[in-house]
């Protein structure tokens, strides 16, 4: 094994130049969700260039390849790297700034891709060194509902050959690039969308006593809302209901028809999301009823939360000791934010860990899904070779 981990430590250092080239290209074309075709075809190249067999157009621009060692049929694990950008306009000047205008890789998955496939290479380079299979999951739609990884699930990726456990990798800002974070059990939130389109009857503003004022009914329905989070889930169990958008295109002397409210609802207990969906909407369609208007409610149901699986990731964080020393190896706080990722914790063992990209000493420190975001790409280095460890060894 000390072999295999040495080899995977070299492999990962000498793939490092032609991983920053690749993880450049992407980031100069970004393509957003379920578009991913260029990307896609510039995985599926890199594929071919390694001998590496694989399957395209897997929930449209998906990609699954395979890498098998010694006893291909005795272990069967996966790797997932998502590909698609935001629609973000990029404010870094630097030479691979998106060309693509208003779509930025803004969320690093340029570099999950390209870490994904130096890993590719540093494991197919050392195939008769590991034993089973590995599958590498290049998904699109992380960023966008139903994602992706719901759709490549049932469209088989999981199965022939069935796999036993996945890893996904996300950078992470605020950890400094050579570490990685860690956190068993349920460490991302749900996410869930709320559309309310909030009726009344408009009007001139100076006659009240004619209309039913939906703009009112609005501000109402957004304050007994905050009860949902305050008085009805039990304050052990994390929960978040945010509104980021009011739209009421009145004016000063009008009042409008219609108002709209959208918002997000987060939680970690699958039986709480769903019974704090039917709150929203009785409290917002109760409000507007109360004031002689009426509200229509559109839950989109998102992603569920992700749980790592207890025992995988205790194994990957010892394997990840082995590999980068204890000290790069940090625990990591529940957080709110979502991830698609959680759809492959339903069907089998899986553990969603962070890549350390940040450096403040390169002023590296944008948080994801802001236009001056950007990673260290001395990270490509931890990220791939942990990747590839972990595949061959866990
Ligand atoms: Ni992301």
């Given at each position: 094994m000390t072999t295999l981990k040495n080899r995977i430590k070299e492999g990962s250092r000498k793939v490092f130049p032609e991983m920053r080239a690749w993880r450049r290209h992407l980031h100069m074309y970004p393509e957003l969700a379920f578009q991913e075709f260029e990307s896609a075809r510039f995985i599926a190249e890199r594929l071919t260039e390694m001998g590496i067999n694989y399957r395209e157009g897997i929930a449209k621009t998906g990609i699954v390849a395979i890498i098998e060692g010694k006893d291909p049929a005795t272990r069967v694990v996966a790797l997932r790297a998502d590909m698609d950008a935001l629609p973000i306009e990029e404010k870094n000047e630097v030479p691979y700034r998106s060309q693509n205008k208003g779509v930025m890789h803004a969320c690093g998955h340029d570099a999950h891709t390209a870490s994904l496939l130096g890993a590719a290479k540093i494991l197919k380079e050392c195939a008769e060194e590991w034993t089973g299979t590995v599958k590498l999951i290049f998904q699109p739609s992380e960023e966008k509902l139903p994602g992706g990884a719901s759709v490549m699930i049932r469209e088989g990726v999981l199965k022939n050959p069935e796999v036993a456990r996945i890893w996904g990798q996300h950078v992470h800002p605020p950890?400094?690039?050579?570490?990685?974070?860690?956190?068993?059990?349920?460490?991302?939130?749900?996410?869930?969308?709320?559309?309310?389109?909030?009726k009344g009857k408009g009007g001139h503003a100076a006659l009240p006593q004619n209309v039913i004022d939906p703009v009112l009914i609005s501000a109402h329905i957004l304050l007994a809302l905050q009860q949902i989070v305050s008085r009805k889930s039990n304050?052990?169990?994390?929960?978040?209901?945010?509104?980021?958008?009011?739209m009421a295109e009145g004016a000063t002397n009008v009042i409008p028809d219609r108002v709209f409210l959208e918002g997000t609802f987060r939680t970690f207990d699958e039986e709480w999301r769903f019974e704090a969906h039917q709150w929203i909407e009785k409290i917002a369609r109760d409000t507007a009823r109360a004031m002689g208007g009426d509200c229509e409610v559109d839950i989109r149901v998102g992603y569920p939360y992700v749980h790592n699986d207890e025992a995988l990731t205790k194994k990957s964080r010892q394997l990840a000791e082995e590999l980068l020393g204890a000290e790069n190896v940090v625990d990591l706080p529940q957080r709110m934010t979502g991830e698609d990722f959680a759809f492959y914790g339903r069907e089998i063992p899986a553990c969603f860990y962070r890549l350390g990209t940040g450096n403040p000493e390169k002023n590296i420190l944008s948080p994801i899904h802001s236009a001056t975001f950007d990673i260290d790409e001395e990270a490509l280095i931890t990220g791939a070779a942990l990747e590839a460890w972990l595949a061959a060894a866990g």
């Open positions: 950890l400094v690039a050579g570490k990685v974070g860690m956190r068993a059990g349920p460490y991302m939130a749900s996410a869930d969308e709320i559309y309310l389109t909030i304050p052990l169990t994390p929960s978040v209901l945010s509104f980021g958008k009011l």
